[in-house]
């Protein structure tokens, strides 16, 4: 990535991240963030000059439209299979050199912020901030916390097998157990904790709907991240997982896909917000055969998959912040704009927008991100074209986008 000279940005349209519409601007970009969007004309015309005289760039982008970085608030880098199974069983090396790779195309294809929920530690993220890798924004959750026997779990029935590594989850049981585990993360500089609050897809021998760990070990974990001024972010589908973990004080509910409305409720009564994933269970259904998924994982699969959409809504309609977020495994990485593209085509274009940008803002407590206003990271993404008339623009050629992070272009 090139050094961040001063930039700015002339002859698009530019979308803030939160109106309804791209209006005609000049983004200047100095010292890594946004100093100024100005109507095209005299102000302009003098904010080029001034980044010209400091040996900066401009970057030419009539009939283009800047849009915010978009962020991708629930990614997993250390997903280097589709079985969790076989990431623990792999050298952390091997692992973190992938996650390196995802995350370079991530940035590639727009996403200038990721939230880690299962994985990542203290060293990819100074690797990527000393410039050793390139990739987005990192924020990390360190290993997801898993109860015994459940999502995080990766021994079979009746097999003795130890999942000792714990590159994506760790299983920890115990109010004591699991503070020390908190604190442990944020020691490593977690940005925030995962929690695995209910079956999921992947994991074959938990039932999807049960709740997981007891209100006093959910409690436990809210306390302690509440304490360091962050939040727990808890993978759970069903209305009782849902209610059960947001009664403990979880603020960021991963996937949902089966809410319901008195639980929608509920969350928006708390000041809860979801992170749909709508994408991952589309792309496992049409690939996952293919990748070995296991006939139990492909029936949750069906199941979550139905109900994913109306989930959304319900969310909506209760004035639920909704989120984005991918989710993808292994060779799935690739489907990160397939994504973005289902989220928009269930929530508009404008709404998917932002909720891949300011909404996804808001959940990581990070105002400085998914807006273009003066203040914020200079993490843009410009596209060829109106993406609220051609969402697909969104998606096509990489040739299409330029992508530019903390002033940079990438």
């Known amino acids: 990535m090139s050094p961040a000279v001063p930039l700015v940005v002339v002859g698009a349209d530019v979308w803030d991240g939160e109106s309804d519409s791209a209006v005609p601007a000049t983004v200047v970009c100095e010292s890594g963030r946004v100093t100024g969007v100005v109507d095209p004309g005299n ?27 978009l962020i991708d608030a629930h990614c997993h880098a250390y997903a280097a299979a589709l079985s969790p199974r076989d990431i623990e069983s ?17 940035l590639a294809r727009g996403f200038t912020t990721v939230r880690d929920v299962a994985g990542g530690d203290a060293g990819l993220a100074r690797a990527l901030q000393e410039g050793l890798v390139v990739g987005p924004r990192y ?13 995080g779990e990766v021994r079979g029935r009746g097999e003795e097998l130890c999942g000792c590594n714990s590159h994506l989850c760790e299983v920890v ?23 695995m609050a209910s079956g999921g897809v992947v994991s074959e021998t938990d039932p999807i709907r049960v709740p997981q760990y007891s209100s006093e070990e959910l409690r436990a ?12 972010a808890a ?11 947001v009664d403990a004080g979880v603020r960021s509910i991963e996937h949902g896909n089966l809410l319901d409305a008195a639980t929608a409720s509920l969350m928006a009564e708390r000041g809860a917000v979801l992170v749909a994933t709508l994408g991952c269970y589309e792309a496992m259904a049409r690939r996952g055969a293919d990748l070995g998924m296991s006939a139990v994982s492909q029936a949750k699969n069906t199941e979550v998959l139905a109900a994913g959409r109306d989930a959304v809504a319900l969310a909506q309609a209760a004035g639920v912040p909704v989120g984005f977020g991918s989710d993808l495994m292994g060779p799935l990485e690739d489907e990160q704009l397939s994504c973005l593209r289902l989220q928009l085509d269930v ?24 807006r273009v206003r ?15 008339a051609r969402p697909d623009v969104l998606w096509g050629p990489p040739s299409g986008r330029t992508v530019v992070l903390s002033g940079a272009v990438a």
Request: proline letters at 4%; aromatic letters at 4%.
């Open 43 to 69: 102000a302009s015309d003098a904010a080029v000059a001034r980044v010209r005289e400091a040996g900066g760039r401009v970057l030419e982008a009539g009939g283009r439209t800047v849009l915010p970085g």
């Open 90 to 106: 792999w050298p952390l090396s091997y692992v973190a050199l992938g996650a390196a790779r995802r995350l370079e195309a991530a």
């Open 139 to 151: 924020l990390y959750t360190g290993a997801a916390l898993s109860q015994t026997g459940g999502h």
């Open 173 to 195: 049981d115990g109010v004591d157990a699991l503070r020390r585990a908190v604190r442990e993360r944020f020691h490593d500089g977690a940005h925030a904790i995962k929690v």
């Open 221 to 232: 974990v809210v306390d302690e991240a509440a304490r360091r001024g962050s939040y727990v």
């Open 235 to 245: 993978h759970a589908y069903s209305p009782e997982a849902i209610a059960h973990a």
């Open 347 to 370: 929530l508009g274009p404008l709404q998917g927008l932002r909720s891949a940008t300011s909404v996804n803002a808001e959940i990581l407590q990070r105002p400085d991100l998914g």
């Open 374 to 388: 003066e203040g914020s990271a200079a993490d843009l993404l410009v596209v060829d074209g109106d993406p609220f």
